[in-house]
């Protein structure tokens, strides 16, 4: 499976933008997929994920009521949209997919098995 996010940009505090995750190979709907985010100098953290058939949703404190994960998966594609931008959202954002054998009851500390590229977002002020 390859993932190839994209969508981010530069967005002033208070903005809005929205990630697109593309996939190719593979069936898509095999997989959850997350988004996580690392900012210069920190580690990688999770966002958010959307289950297999997109009925159920998880985000990180940090962004909940902020961001939106949504799938869609006749196109292959997972999105996430970012509201209400802060200066800490500012990172490189990558797509995850996660197959139910890496899956271990917490979208945030399972082993997701591909990764895209990822795609920077940066606020400013």
């Known amino acids: 499976v390859q993932l190839q996010a994209s969508g981010g940009g530069l967005v002033q505090a208070g903005g809005s933008l929205r990630l697109s995750c593309a996939a190719s190979?593979?069936?898509?709907?095999?997989?959850?997929m997350g988004w996580f985010r690392q900012a210069p100098g920190k580690e990688r953290e999770f966002v958010a994920a959307?289950?297999?058939?997109?009925?159920?949703?998880y985000y990180a404190d940090s962004v909940k009521g902020r961001f939106t994960i949504s799938r869609d998966n006749a196109k292959k594609s997972v999105y996430l949209q970012l509201s209400s931008l802060k200066l800490p959202d500012t990172a490189v954002y990558y797509c995850a997919a996660l197959a139910v054998e890496g899956y271990n009851g917490n979208y945030r500390t399972s082993r997701y098995a591909y990764w895209g590229q990822g795609t920077l977002v940066t606020v400013s002020s």
């Open positions: 959307v289950s297999w058939m997109g009925t159920s949703t």
């Open positions: 190979g593979g069936t898509f709907s095999d997989y959850a």
